[in-house]
């Protein structure tokens, strides 16, 4: 069965930078682009962006445009989201996703909750 | 970027009464609009996608409808397990977007 699987919690400080991971399995891996979204506390969703890790093509959004890298490691069908630059707002929990048929977006990991304190 | 509005932002409704959410594009995404519902300290989980049709293992009971920019899901007889947050994400153009959310809860 299709399982996205990602990092412990994490806590950071303003400024510092966060790299949470996700494990895929049960799928080939290559053949469907991962997202990453970002929810923070009580709010709604926020696509950040994706990467297709057959082709290594990545898209983010403007939001997080140059606060943002998504990677992936094909021989361990990881996929990987790091922000830098942490603020406080940016406490929330963030998921990876599978992109799925049509405009779906059909399977996505448990969440990693990233805490940003002094 | 393509907005997604959705409304109402809370119903109170009953076990077996119905509820219908709406969700409105500021411009056309065809039919690709999909439906999640998400419970407190759970990810998303897909509904509906294309606008309407019925992810796999989702009951009967739910529906979308909608093309262009106006969209519903319906939810016909309420059960105790579907009292959540439902929201709607747009495939048509990257930035991919979400609504606001629409929160069902029990009256």
């Known amino acids: 069965q299709v399982q996205l699987v990602q990092s412990g919690a994490e806590v950071k400080k303003p400024g510092a930078s966060v790299k949470v991971s996700c494990k895929a399995s049960?799928?080939?891996?290559?053949?469907?682009?991962i997202h990453w979204m970002r929810q923070a506390p009580g709010q709604g969703l926020e696509w950040m962006g994706w990467?297709?890790?057959?082709?290594?093509?990545?898209k983010y959004a403007e939001k997080f445009q140059g606060r943002v890298t998504i990677t992936w490691d094909m021989s361990i069908t990881t996929a990987y989201m790091e922000l830098s630059s942490l603020r406080s707002d940016d406490t929330a929990v963030f998921y990876c996703a599978r992109d799925g048929v049509g405009s779906s977006i059909d399977y996505w990991g448990q969440g990693t909750l990233v805490t940003v304190s002094s | 970027e393509i907005v997604l509005t959705q409304s109402p932002a809370t119903l109170s409704l009953s076990p077996g009464e119905s509820a219908t959410l709406s969700c409105r594009a500021s411009q056309s995404v065809g039919s690709y609009l999909a439906w999640y519902q998400q419970k407190p300290g759970q990810a998303p989980r897909l509904l509906i996608y294309d606008a309407s049709i019925r992810a796999t293992g989702i009951p009967a009971r739910f529906s979308g409808g909608g093309s262009g920019t106006d969209f519903t899901l319906t939810i016909t007889s309420l059960e105790p397990e579907d009292f959540a947050v439902f929201y709607c994400?747009?495939?048509?153009?990257?930035?991919?977007?979400f609504g606001g959310g629409t929160r069902v809860d029990i009256k």
């Open positions: 994400q747009h495939r048509s153009t990257l930035p991919l977007t």
């Open positions: 049960g799928y080939t891996f290559s053949g469907y682009h």
């Open positions: 990467v297709n890790p057959n082709t290594g093509a990545t």
